[in-house]
């Protein structure tokens, strides 16, 4: 495992990486984000949707409103990357909850997430609080890690242990 400090050209803080080599014949390190905490692994995770999800909760102390319609954003991604049909966010919702594509009890955070956004976007509320910010960004990490970085993780420890062909 080797370990890396950058300086974030935003904030000037330090960043520090774990790149993780399990085996040497292995092409595919883990490179993780270990500080700041950056709430989901990005095993498995398309770029744009990770950097769109990071650069929305870095929004979260400047601004929750715009952190609030980044994140409703970021879950449009998900559900264009996940093959979702409709033609508003709601119906794109169902039709993943419909596909099984997400479980049932995501809809209820989804919901949560995309009144929010759209609060926030046509300024329907005047002032939104981190609090808010705070659980919408877990209830999307949470979803970005079911849908992406769990199965991603899981196939790679899967192949780990099974026996190496000879």
């Excluded at 952190?67 to 409709?86: F, H, N, P, Q, Y």
Aim: net charge negative; proline share 5%; charged share 25%.
């Amino acid at each position: 495992e080797n370990w890396d400090i950058f300086e974030c050209p935003v904030c000037h803080k330090p960043v520090v990486v774990s790149t993780y080599v399990f085996d040497a014949a292995d092409d595919s390190p883990e490179v993780a984000i270990k500080f700041p905490n950056t709430l989901i692994h990005r095993d498995g995770v398309p770029a744009e949707i990770a950097s769109a999800f990071e650069s929305a909760v870095k929004t979260k102390g400047i601004d929750p409103a715009i952190c609030l319609l980044s994140l409703r954003r970021v879950l449009e991604m998900i559900c264009k990357d996940k093959g979702a049909t409709g033609n508003n966010l709601e119906i794109k919702i169902k039709n993943l909850i419909d596909a099984k594509v997400l479980p049932d009890m995501f809809n209820d955070a989804c919901w949560i997430i995309r009144t929010l956004g759209n609060e926030a976007a046509h300024a329907d509320v005047a002032k939104f609080s981190d609090y808010e910010a705070e659980q919408v960004i877990d209830f999307l990490s949470i979803i970005i890690e079911y849908l992406y970085s769990v199965p991603m993780r899981i196939t790679k420890m899967k192949k780990r242990l099974m026996p190496h062909d000879s």
